[in-house]
């Protein structure tokens, strides 16, 4: 799944909980501390939806710069996708839902 400024990527790994796993290259945020923000950013948005994730490992990478969005913008967004990657892992797995 995509976004205009994340991709993720999503599998079933077998436990009881979810796993994050963040890309964030130099292509993407030149600098250190936007790559830095992006990742604090994607793991307190995980944080906060972990239980509903369920059991999967998620991979979140940061494909633009962020400086010209806010922090709530980008929660936002972050929220949007983990919400897409719930409903889509429930209609394949009709176990989970």
Known sequence: MTSLDFAVW?????RA???LGIVAGKK???RAVDRNRA?????ETFGVMFSEVGPLDV???LRTDLRKLDNA???GEL???LERVKVA???RDPATS
């Open 10 to 14: 999503v599998q079933p790994n077998g």
């Open 17 to 19: 909980h979810a796993r």
């Open 28 to 30: 993407a945020a030149a």
């Open 39 to 43: 990742k604090r950013l994607i793991r």
């Open 59 to 61: 991979v979140v990478q």
């Open 73 to 75: 913008e980008v929660r």
């Open 79 to 81: 929220r949007r996708l």
């Open 89 to 91: 892992t429930a209609a």
